[in-house]
């Protein structure tokens, strides 16, 4: 079993929806969760990043992490053709030297007008 | 703005050919990293590094090494490159003490290695 269970999507939705977008894990060690954000033939950039339980928000983007049930997830509000991109969870026990993030696989989402 | 460079975006090489790719980055971060991203497998880590000269195996070190001689550059070595090491190659550096994201990871653009 991966550490990091993400759903390959793709997850297609209309422009205007709300998206959700989930990861669960098995670590129970992980502290920092991000949202990184890829676009085709592009490097990922980190989109959201979360310390420990609770929400995140910014703009029309919401973190969630739920640690006691090791579930996060990121919602976009009134989503937008320019967000079909592949959006990939991460999550790290550490901070500092050496810090590794463990990834989830991605998942493909694409807004359709 | 950080930048993450790699030296090529795209590179086609033959069966047994030694492989280079270069990273610089320009943040002075202490981290870098070297991932391959397939499709259905996501990014695995090869190699990282903390410090000039220091390395450590990723959980997919066969078949690569790494150099790092100076602290912006980071190389990854394909020794004798096979056709299953086909794959997208990201580098990415992290470990900014001032903005509090310490272990956030700044990648490049990636490169496409081909190996025929």
């Known amino acids: 079993q991966k550490e990091v269970e993400q759903d390959p999507g793709p997850l297609s939705v209309p422009e205007g929806a709300i998206v959700s977008l989930n990861c669960t894990y098995s670590n129970s060690a992980f502290q920092y969760f991000m949202w990184y954000r890829q676009y085709s033939r592009k490097g990922p950039e980190l989109l959201m990043y979360?310390?420990?339980?609770g929400n995140k928000e910014d703009g029309r983007f919401t973190a969630q992490v739920d640690k006691s049930s090791k579930y996060i997830s990121l919602f976009i509000r009134d989503s937008q053709p320019s967000d079909s991109a592949t959006y990939l969870c991460a999550m790290s026990g550490l901070t500092g030297t050496a810090s590794k993030l463990t990834f989830g696989t991605g998942t493909r989402l694409q807004v359709t007008l | 703005d950080v930048k993450v460079t790699q030296s090529s975006r795209y590179l086609v090489k033959r069966t047994g050919e030694k492989v280079f790719l270069e990273c610089v980055q320009d943040m002075d971060h202490e981290n870098m990293f070297w991932y391959r991203q397939d499709p259905g497998l996501g990014l695995r880590l090869i190699y990282f590094?903390?410090?000039?000269?220091?390395?450590e195996k990723g959980d997919i070190p066969e078949g690569y090494s790494v150099s790092r001689e100076k602290k912006e550059r980071f190389s990854l070595i394909l020794e004798s490159a096979s056709t299953n090491q086909t794959s997208m190659y990201l580098c990415a550096s992290s470990g900014d003490a001032t903005s509090g994201l310490y272990n956030e990871q700044f990648f490049g653009p990636g490169t496409r290695l081909t190996v025929l």
């Open positions: 979360t310390y420990s339980s």
């Open positions: 590094s903390y410090d000039v000269k220091m390395k």
